[in-house]
């Protein structure tokens, strides 16, 4: 059967991608931050999955303010690279596991999440730049690749509960799956950070080293964070974090830390990166 072995967490900020594509990593400004990513990308390579189930957030790309579905699930074969207004990133086409992708809607559908399924869309730089960071710049992507958008962008977003409860189910999901696959699930976005209005630039780290703390330790607990907190201690965007916990979700409740990083800041956000995994 299919396993889920390992749970990622990485910010996404598109200057990120930007550095990356620029070959300004090396920077005095980047490199602290890119540093912190040199262990993951030589543990990805040893650990490396079949598939990657890739939970992020759509930046006005693939959906519009017409059609938001809370929670999507992409089944196609593979998923070009968005054009965000400067030209689509120089990287690979990512390719879709369409099998498992479909197993783990109907399987998640039939225990009470709704799902939206999506069969043709472009993904934007909340899934392309962790994608990045993990594995570098190569001529294609080392694994196929689930894209599960959220909606943390169009109010209401959903609640930290639902998203750690919508982490058990896919994981239950995955274990039913025949094939003998090797899976990791990536949380990413976040951490605090405000992009507009008089707090634009706001980072808070206190709240940050304390949620990633709550994350490894007590994730039922965090589950229960109402929204408005995350909106006066994380800044606006900061309700990215909810992602997280589908992460968390679909993994043990006791895990081992492999890595965990932190940094501030990178364009005006908070970096935060984990590395979990399951006891064998």
Not at 167 to 174: N, Q
Not at 232 to 258: K, Q, Y
Request: include cysteine; glycine fraction near 8%.
């Amino acid at each position: 059967m299919a396993k889920i072995t390992a749970g990622v967490t990485t910010s996404h900020i598109p200057a990120v991608g930007a550095a990356i594509d620029n070959g300004k990593t090396g920077d005095d400004y980047w490199k602290p931050m890119f540093d912190g990513y040199e262990f993951s990308k030589q543990w990805v390579k040893d650990n490396r999955p079949d598939v990657v189930f890739l939970v992020y957030n759509d930046h006005a790309t693939a959906f519009d303010l017409e059609v938001v579905p809370t929670f999507a699930i992409g089944c196609s074969e593979e998923f070009p690279p968005a054009d965000e207004g400067w030209g689509p990133r120089p990287v690979p086409t990512v390719k879709g596991h369409p099998d498992l992708a479909w197993h783990i809607a109907q399987s998640v559908i039939q225990d009470d999440f709704d799902l939206t399924i999506m069969n043709n869309f472009f993904v934007d730089h909340g899934l392309t730049v962790p994608l990045s960071l993990m594995f570098g710049q190569p001529d294609e992507w080392p694994v196929r690749v689930i894209p599960f958008p959220v909606n943390v962008v169009l109010y209401p977003p959903p609640s930290g509960a639902r998203c750690y409860a919508l982490g058990k189910s896919i994981r239950k999901a995955v274990e039913k799956f025949d094939d003998d696959l090797t899976v990791h699930i990536w949380g990413t976005g976040g951490m605090s950070h405000q992009l507009q209005g008089p707090r634009a630039g706001f980072i808070n780290s206190a709240f940050d080293a304390a949620f990633l703390d709550a994350l490894i330790e007590n994730p039922a607990q965090l589950a229960k964070m109402p929204h408005i907190d995350y909106v006066r201690e994380a800044g606006s965007e900061g309700i990215e974090l909810v992602m997280w916990l589908i992460m968390r979700g679909a993994l043990d409740d006791a895990i081992d830390v492999v890595h965990r990083f932190y940094h501030v800041p990178a364009s005006n956000t908070a970096v935060g990166h984990l590395i979990l995994e399951n006891h064998a």
